[in-house]
């Protein structure tokens, strides 16, 4: 049973491009939580979607990120004109039930921007 | 004031000591409490929850919960250096919280 897969595991981006990650939840998950990991802080929720709905988008930015989770496909995460402070490590997590008891963290998108 | 607080460290502990990691937390509406274990450059991983009052042991890690005075611990008896990674509190209300994690060294 394969695990959260992400992708890429490492992305790099000029200032004002566009960057999308990807996530693969865990088989038989449908629910998704996208959180930013920026250096010498912790994880930050960002959105929890489900398929094809964004339940909880409380953590995003209010501009230039949005997500989702299409019903056949990955969930992707995708953030406009980068700017140097969107440089951070992306992760996504997946359950099989809404905030279970565990949920299982994918190994992250490193966003750099240049 | 911050949802989830931990003392970032480091802490260093011998090889075979306890090691005693400390997380407050500001609403009493949390339900869930988590500790997860994250080596440098990877994903969080889930050591243990807790949801009642009291110690849960596993293996040689146990959780205390003190929901008065809104506080969680995570134990680690017979500390490896292996165990040497970064420990991140977290608890769930209607989303998860994290706090920013303790740095644990455990010198052979």
């Known amino acids: 049973n394969a695990g959260v897969m992400q992708n890429p595991r490492h992305l790099v981006r000029r200032r004002g491009q566009e960057a999308r990650l990807r996530c693969s939840p865990m088989?038989?998950?449908?629910?998704v939580y996208w959180y930013r990991q920026l250096p010498e802080e912790g994880l930050k929720f960002m959105v929890y979607?489900?398929?094809?709905?964004?339940?909880?988008e409380s953590g995003m930015p209010k501009e230039r990120f949005s997500a989702e989770f299409p019903k056949e496909g990955p969930s992707i995460l995708r953030i406009q004109q980068v700017v140097r402070g969107d440089s951070a490590a992306y992760f996504c997590?997946?359950?099989?039930?809404?905030?279970?008891?565990?949920?299982?963290f994918g190994p992250g998108t490193r966003l750099t921007v240049l | 004031q911050k949802e989830v607080e931990q003392n970032s460290g480091p802490l260093s502990v011998p090889e075979g000591a306890i090691a005693s990691l400390n997380c407050t937390y500001s609403?009493?509406?949390?339900?869930?409490f988590f500790w997860y274990r994250q080596y440098s450059g990877k994903s969080p991983e889930l050591i243990m929850f807790?949801?009642?009052?009291g110690d849960k042991e596993d293996g040689r890690f146990t959780a205390q919960l003190n929901k008065a005075s809104q506080y969680v611990s995570l134990l680690i008896r017979d500390s490896q250096p292996s165990d040497s990674a970064t420990y991140l509190c977290?608890?769930?209300?209607?989303?998860?919280?994290f706090g920013t994690g303790t740095s644990l060294t455990v010198i052979p």
């Open positions: 997590a997946s359950s099989p039930f809404k905030n279970t008891d565990t949920q299982y």
């Open positions: 088989k038989g998950h449908s629910h």
């Open positions: 979607l489900q398929k094809e709905n964004i339940i909880d």
């Open positions: 609403d009493r509406g949390s339900q869930s």
């Open positions: 807790i949801y009642s009052n």
């Open positions: 977290a608890v769930l209300r209607n989303q998860f919280y």
